[in-house]
Structures are given as C-alpha cells and as structure tokens.
C-alpha cells in the first residue's frame, strides 16, 4: 500500500459500496421474482425479469471496477488488504462491505437455485417433445459442439 490506510478517506468507498448494496438488493429481489415465474411457469415474467437483471448486472460491474480503481488509486493491491484496513480505520465502511458482500453471496445462491430450475424444466420439455415425436427412450449423441442430439428414428404419437 502506498499510502497509510489511517490517510485514506473511506467515504468515498463507502459510497460505492451503498450503490452495490442497493443494485444486489434489487437483483436478489428480481432472483426470488424469477424462481417464483418459474416455477409458476409464467415465461414472460421470466424474460421481462432477464432484461432487468442484465441492467442491474451491468451496474454492478461498473460499480466493481469503480471501486477497484478507487482502492488502487489508493495504493491497495487486494481487497483483503483494503477490507483489513477498513476494519482498522473505518468500521462503518468495513460494515458495508461485509453487507455487500453477504447480499452478492445469496444473489449468487439464488441464481444457482434458478439455474437447477431452468435446467429441469428444460429436461422435461425435451422428454414431452420426445415422447411427441416417438423418440421417447433413446440415447443421445453428442455433436462436436457438446450438444444432445437424438436419431430421427421413431414414430411420432400420431402415427402411433
């Protein structure tokens, strides 16, 4: 650090901070709205709520670098360091910090929840519409590419 962290005025930081706290509120509130479009099935919700977390998502990152650039300014090589300083020199600040850091931990639990979601619902489509085009019970294949494929063999449910 090239300054002494008792120089440093934390406010700032602490601004950035209160910024994300607020942007990852809205997030994890617009994550709970999703898990619960989901699984009501209402997939307009679920794209509408796409755009606004995209937007929210992007004010944190520009948050993020912000605040990256504020500790460097400041001679800070890590957030650990910078975090460790703060509890020294501006509890309050630390305090939003680890608040911050709380709500970006649960943001990302609930959308790690949202992601198994998606990810079921995905696999029951994909077993109705193979049921729907006879294909119901065979192998996939995986193209180069990673993707699940399955033969065209089989009767669809209406030449059953």
Same mark, same amino acid.
């Given at each position: 650090m090239n300054q002494t962290s008792s120089l440093v005025?934390?406010? $700032?930081?602490?601004r950035f901070l209160q910024r994300d706290i607020e942007f990852s509120q809205q997030l994890l509130d617009a994550l709970r709205e999703e898990r619960q479009a989901? $699984?009501?099935r209402k997939f307009? =919700?679920? $794209?509408e709520l796409l755009g606004e977390k995209r937007t929210l998502i992007i004010q944190l990152e520009q948050n993020t670098l912000a605040r990256r650039t504020? @500790?460097?300014q400041r001679g800070?090589?890590? !957030?650990?360091?910078?975090?460790?300083?703060?509890?020294?020199?501006?509890?309050?600040?630390?305090?939003l910090w !680890?608040?911050?850091?709380? @709500?970006? =931990?649960?943001?990302?639990t609930a959308n790690q929840i949202n992601e198994q979601i998606c990810r079921r619902t995905?696999?029951?489509?994909?077993?109705? @519409?193979?049921?729907?085009r006879g294909q119901h019970g065979q =192998?996939?294949?995986?193209n180069a590419q990673g993707i699940a494929q399955r033969s065209n063999a089989g009767r669809t449910i209406t030449s059953a």
């Open positions: 005025d934390w406010a $700032e930081f602490g989901l $699984e009501e307009q =919700r679920f $794209e504020w @500790l460097q800070f090589t890590d !957030e650990t360091s910078a975090l460790n300083a703060a509890q020294k020199t501006a509890p309050e600040v630390a305090e !680890e608040s911050a850091a709380a @709500l970006w =931990r649960d943001c990302q995905q696999v029951v489509v994909e077993n109705v @519409l193979d049921a729907l =192998r996939a294949t995986y």
